[in-house]
């Protein structure tokens, strides 16, 4: 007797076999996902950018026209701009510069300081150090109004409350905060330890290690602390008007408040108002344009460890 003929058997199509022939549909899908979130994200782009849009064409109104809701100006006229510079006191240069004095020195400040102690917090053995830590970040959710009144006796006691001394008041209330040091530390603790032991084998000291190894790795960090508190303290209204008395020392968010009462009356003169809102967007857009990669690299890494 013969052996009965066995029925052929189709192989089972492989892994790679399957993902070719679905290929083409599986593309379409991904680039169709992607089509669909760059129209979302351009979409929310263009809503953000909406306000500044209309600051910088409302700049460029006259008065009755500055209430009107049209994008060309009729006519198109630098009066705003003009006022905005002459008329407002103290003049425009000054309040830039009472601006950038005070924004790159509490920049300066957060980033030396929050870095030390964020390198401190992240790599050094200490007793307390974790109840420390948990009281740095306990700062976080004290608001500013909670603090005010000591806060202003005791600068007021040691006079930086008058003359010059008011910027170094300024400067000294916001001279480090609790979230530049988180933010630096949560990046220390995502550097490999195997290059701080490198080092200390070599002979290398704590403040060698944190000068020549760990700050130059921590750059995009200390950039994201930079941009964020430049940003801030920019932008900054709170300290500001409680501790620049003087009307000379006062920054661009104090001069706003000032140029509102260059119509007169009871209404506001809107073109030389929006002028100096674009006049004091303009850094902190440069800014960001500059320092985006590092920024987003900086936020990125600091939250990958801890």
């Given at each position: 007797m013969t052996a009965q003929a066995q029925p052929a058997v189709a192989p089972l199509p492989t892994r790679a076999a399957t993902v070719e022939a679905a290929g083409p549909v599986g593309d379409r899908g991904a680039k169709w996902r992607r089509r669909i979130a760059y129209v979302i994200l351009i979409g929310y782009a263009l809503l953000m950018f909406v306000p500044f849009g209309w600051s910088?064409?409302?700049?460029?109104?006259?008065?009755?026209?500055?209430?009107?809701?049209?994008?060309?100006?009729?006519?198109?006229t630098v009066k705003?701009?003009?006022?905005?510079?002459?008329?407002?006191?103290?003049?425009?240069?000054?309040?830039?510069?009472?601006?950038f004095l005070i924004a790159i020195a509490v920049t300066i400040t957060n980033v030396v300081l929050g870095s030390m102690a964020g390198y401190a917090f992240a790599r050094l053995r200490f007793p307390g150090r974790e109840v420390l830590f948990l009281v740095v970040l306990g700062?976080?959710?004290?608001?500013?109004?909670?603090?005010?009144?000591?806060?202003?006796?005791?600068?007021?006691g040691l006079g930086f409350t008058r003359g010059n001394l008011?910027?170094?008041?300024?400067?000294?209330?916001?001279?480090?905060?609790?979230?530049?040091?988180?933010?630096?530390?949560?990046?220390?603790?995502s550097i490999p330890r195997d290059l701080e032991e490198a080092a200390k084998i070599d002979g290398a000291g704590f403040f060698t290690i944190f000068a020549r190894v760990m700050a130059p790795l921590a750059g995009p960090a200390i950039a994201a602390v930079a941009i964020l508190q430049f940003q801030?303290?920019?932008?900054?209204?709170?300290?500001?008007?409680?501790?620049?008395?003087?009307?000379?020392?006062?920054?661009?968010p104090l001069g706003l408040n000032g140029i509102l009462h260059l119509s007169g009356g009871f209404g506001t003169n809107w073109p030389p108002?929006?002028?100096?809102?674009?006049?004091?967007?303009?850094?902190i857009l440069l800014l960001y344009l500059f320092f985006q990669r590092y920024f987003v690299e900086g936020i990125a890494a600091s939250g990958v460890k801890g």
């Amino acid at each position: 007797m013969t052996a009965q003929a066995q029925p052929a058997v189709a192989p089972l199509p492989t892994r790679a076999a399957t993902v070719e022939a679905a290929g083409p549909v599986g593309d379409r899908g991904a680039k169709w996902r992607r089509r669909i979130a760059y129209v979302i994200l351009i979409g929310y782009a263009l809503l953000m950018f909406v306000p500044f849009g209309w600051s910088v064409i409302t700049s460029f109104k006259t008065l009755p026209d500055s209430v009107r809701l049209t994008i060309i100006p009729d006519p198109v006229t630098v009066k705003g701009w003009q006022d905005a510079i002459t008329l407002l006191q103290p003049p425009l240069p000054q309040l830039f510069f009472n601006s950038f004095l005070i924004a790159i020195a509490v920049t300066i400040t957060n980033v030396v300081l929050g870095s030390m102690a964020g390198y401190a917090f992240a790599r050094l053995r200490f007793p307390g150090r974790e109840v420390l830590f948990l009281v740095v970040l306990g700062t976080l959710m004290i608001p500013d109004q909670l603090r005010l009144i000591p806060v202003y006796l005791l600068l007021n006691g040691l006079g930086f409350t008058r003359g010059n001394l008011q910027y170094a008041g300024v400067i000294l209330v916001l001279a480090i905060s609790g979230t530049s040091i988180f933010l630096l530390r949560q990046y220390f603790l995502s550097i490999p330890r195997d290059l701080e032991e490198a080092a200390k084998i070599d002979g290398a000291g704590f403040f060698t290690i944190f000068a020549r190894v760990m700050a130059p790795l921590a750059g995009p960090a200390i950039a994201a602390v930079a941009i964020l508190q430049f940003q801030g303290t920019w932008n900054g209204f709170f300290w500001p008007v409680v501790i620049l008395q003087d009307q000379d020392h006062w920054t661009l968010p104090l001069g706003l408040n000032g140029i509102l009462h260059l119509s007169g009356g009871f209404g506001t003169n809107w073109p030389p108002f929006m002028a100096l809102v674009v006049a004091a967007t303009i850094p902190i857009l440069l800014l960001y344009l500059f320092f985006q990669r590092y920024f987003v690299e900086g936020i990125a890494a600091s939250g990958v460890k801890g």
